[in-house]
């Protein structure tokens, strides 16, 4: 179990560019989440992937947001034409059906993007 | 919609002491699962203690206990003997279970409690 690794750990880019985050989960889970935290704010949900299914997405994601976890394995988060508001840590974090209620979520160590 | 509300932005505590932090939250839920998460600077959340509604039995993980109070919808997390290493965001999340296996079972957040420990 290597955990949930997230990259870029950290990204600075200009308004209007488009980024593009990577998780990758615990290779046995088959649930991933993201969640975007702001200063000050508890994480709030994005998305969540069920396999390689996107079965939810929060209002929050606008659509210049756009998620994809092909094969069901490592997922990607791109944001389009960036805002200063798109500004926050992205956590991604992964379960399984077993754990899920046991153990919650694993977090991975999150993408700190700053919009300048 | 579930909300979770932790009412205290900043705490401290001296090493060795213990300490409470307070949350509750709104639901309309009978079965649910309540989480204390812990996020130490810089570093990723992990949890810290679970809970399920219909247990009546408060949850404890060593030093770390929950009084969980279901009719009053307070969940609130004790951590006895505070070392320096507890130093972190706590966070307070809900859980609600879906009765479909594709439910997406995300967890709603608190805004988090700052906690230091003074040596």
């Known amino acids: 179990d290597t955990g949930v690794s997230q990259d870029p750990r950290h990204k600075i880019t200009k308004r209007g560019q488009n980024v593009t985050f990577r998780c990758d989960p615990i290779?046995?889970?088959?649930?991933l989440y993201w969640y975007r935290q702001t200063l000050g704010q508890g994480p709030e949900f994005l998305t969540y992937?069920?396999?390689?299914?996107?079965?939810?997405k929060s209002r929050l994601l606008s659509d210049r947001f756009s998620a994809e976890r092909p094969k069901g394995s490592f997922s990607t988060l791109e944001i389009q034409r960036t805002e200063q508001g798109d500004s926050a840590m992205y956590l991604c974090?992964?379960?399984?059906?077993?754990?899920?209620?046991?153990?919650?979520?694993?977090f991975g160590s999150g993408t700190r993007l700053t919009v300048v | 919609a579930q909300t979770v509300t932790q009412s205290q932005p900043e705490m401290s505590v001296q090493e060795a002491e213990t300490v409470t932090l307070s949350c509750t939250y709104d639901?309309?839920?009978?079965?649910?699962?309540l989480f204390w998460y812990k996020q130490p600077p810089s570093r990723q959340m992990i949890l810290v203690i679970r809970?399920?509604?219909?247990?009546?039995q408060n949850a404890t993980e060593n030093r770390f206990s929950v009084n969980f109070q279901k009719a009053a919808k307070s969940f609130s997390l004790k951590i006895s003997d505070s070392q320096l290493g507890d130093t972190a965001m706590y966070f307070c999340?809900?859980?609600?279970?879906?009765?479909?296996?594709?439910?997406?079972?995300?967890?709603?957040f608190g805004k988090g409690t700052k906690l230091s420990v003074i040596p």
């Open positions: 974090a992964s379960s399984s059906d077993g754990r899920i209620f046991n153990y919650g979520y694993t």
């Open positions: 290779s046995e889970h088959n649930r």
């Open positions: 992937f069920q396999n390689e299914a996107q079965l939810e």
């Open positions: 639901t309309s839920e009978n079965n649910y699962y």
């Open positions: 809970q399920e509604a219909y247990k009546q």
């Open positions: 999340a809900f859980m609600k279970p879906v009765s479909s296996g594709a439910g997406s079972y995300q967890l709603t």
